[in-house]
């Protein structure tokens, strides 16, 4: 399980069914990598998140993405602990 702390005011940054209008959020990202890349070698989708992650302007720490990667790898479903700050 991974962790993130988000302040508020950027919680459009990470969720895309939030009332922001943030233009690259991460669930969406996560979600089209999980969907395109199952299967896939955790090499392979890991740059890709890191992309993500850089676009959402969010501060996820290697082990995190390394995880997420594996999730999508494997198809295995991925938990996130969100503290909102």
Known sequence: ????SVNREHLD????????????????????LARTHR???VTTILPLLRRAADQALLGFARQDLWEQAQAIS????????????
Request: avoid cysteine; glycine fraction near 12%.
């Open 13 to 32: 940054r990470l969720l895309a069914d939030s009332a922001g209008t943030y233009g690259a959020p991460y669930q969406r990202a996560f979600a089209e």
């Open 74 to 85: 494997s198809g295995e479903p991925y938990a996130l602990r969100i503290t909102v700050t």
């Open 1 to 4: 399980m991974g962790e993130i």
């Open 39 to 41: 299967g896939q070698p």
